[in-house]
Each structure stands twice: as structure tokens, then as C-alpha cells.
């Protein structure tokens, strides 16, 4: 019946995300306090990819179809999220990540949009670069930034 409503696509994707919440549910409780857990690499990976990949796949069929911009988008903020769930907190994917999406948003000829990505991103730099944060403070200090990067992008492309 949902895939009537939906369509075959966004069905599969949400079969996807039930069956990768089934599968990495039990492979590890995480460090850390709060909403974000903090994982070995390779469980963070599979975590982004279910806690951001996917849905963003799916918002981006609902929304009209997945094209290969949003796709790559999608994916250089599930490297974000890697490192963001990764413990030690791996500030280098997180700005590696955005600093991919800043120059996609250039090569589609969005420059306000990487601008304000840009300012988000340095804001990150800078507090990573300053010290005195522990990897727990830091990784939840740079979310916010994150998240701007993220809405400013799903505008610019039209997601």
C-alpha cells in the first residue's frame, strides 16, 4: 500500500533504513552522552548512512526525484556525519565533507550559498583551532554550524 502512496523508490529507501536501524542497532552502545553517540569509524559510517544518508535520499525522491547533484550533496554530509559519530571526533572528515559541498555549491554557480557555508565552515575552524574543548564540547559546538551548512545547501539545490 505505501509503495501506491510514495512509489517504488522512496518504499525501497525506507526498507533500506529499517533493515540498516535492525542491523547496526546491537553492533554498539556508543560513548558519550545525549542524542549523539560517538562510534568506531566503521560503525559511525554505517550510522551516518542511516541516520542521514538515507532519509536525505528519501526527502530528496518525495521532493521530486533524486538527481546527481543532491546525491552528491547527500553524500558529503554523510561524511560530515562520520565524523561527527566517529570517536575520537574527526574534525578533518567534518570539514573535509563541507569543504566538498562548499565547492560543489560553486560549481553550480551558487555563491551566496557557499558564502554562507563558507562562514558556517570557519566558524567550525575556528573553535577546533582555538583549544580548550574536549572532543564531546567540540563535536557538540560545531553541530549548529553543521546544520546551517546543511539548510543552506537543501535551499541552494532545491532539495
Same mark, same amino acid.
Given at each position: $500500500? #505505501?509503495?501506491? +502512496? @510514495?512509489?517504488?523508490?522512496?518504499?525501497? @529507501?525506507?526498507?533500506? +533504513?529499517?533493515?540498516?536501524? *535492525?542491523?547496526?542497532?546491537?553492533? %554498539?552502545?556508543?560513548?558519550?552522552?545525549?542524542?549523539?553517540?560517538?562510534?568506531?569509524?566503521?560503525? #559511525?559510517?554505517?550510522?551516518?548512512?542511516?541516520?542521514?544518508?538515507?532519509? *536525505?535520499?528519501?526527502?530528496?525522491?518525495?521532493?521530486?526525484?533524486?538527481?546527481?547533484?543532491?546525491? =552528491?550533496?547527500?553524500?558529503? =554530509?554523510?561524511?560530515?556525519?562520520?565524523?561527527?559519530?566517529? %570517536?575520537?571526533?574527526?574534525?578533518?572528515?567534518? +570539514?573535509?565533507?563541507?569543504?566538498? $559541498?562548499?565547492?560543489? /555549491?560553486?560549481?553550480?554557480?551558487?555563491?551566496? #550559498?557557499?558564502?554562507?557555508?563558507?562562514?558556517?565552515?570557519?566558524?567550525? *575552524?575556528? /573553535?577546533?583551532?582555538? !583549544? !580548550?574543548? %574536549?572532543?564531546?564540547? @567540540?563535536?557538540?559546538?560545531?553541530?549548529?554550524?553543521?546544520?546551517?551548512? /546543511?539548510?543552506?545547501?537543501?535551499?541552494?539545490?532545491?532539495?
Amino acid at each position: $500500500m #505505501a509503495a501506491v +502512496f @510514495l512509489g517504488p523508490s522512496v518504499t525501497a @529507501l525506507v526498507a533500506a +533504513f529499517i533493515g540498516l536501524a *535492525w542491523t547496526t542497532a546491537g553492533v %554498539s552502545s556508543g560513548q558519550g552522552q545525549g542524542p549523539v553517540k560517538a562510534h568506531s569509524t566503521g560503525v #559511525a559510517a554505517l550510522h551516518a548512512v542511516g541516520i542521514f544518508g538515507i532519509p *536525505w535520499l528519501v526527502g530528496a525522491a518525495v521532493a521530486g526525484g533524486v538527481s546527481f547533484l543532491t546525491g =552528491l550533496i547527500g553524500v558529503c =554530509l554523510t561524511v560530515v556525519c562520520v565524523g561527527v559519530f566517529s %570517536s575520537p571526533f574527526r574534525v578533518r572528515l567534518v +570539514f573535509c565533507g563541507q569543504l566538498a $559541498m562548499v565547492s560543489l /555549491l560553486v560549481a553550480v554557480h551558487q555563491p551566496l #550559498a557557499a558564502a554562507v557555508a563558507t562562514v558556517a565552515l570557519t566558524a567550525q *575552524w575556528a /573553535l577546533a583551532s582555538a !583549544g !580548550g574543548l %574536549s572532543a564531546d564540547r @567540540l563535536r557538540q559546538a560545531v553541530q549548529p554550524f553543521i546544520l546551517i551548512g /546543511l539548510i543552506v545547501a537543501v535551499v541552494a539545490v532545491g532539495a
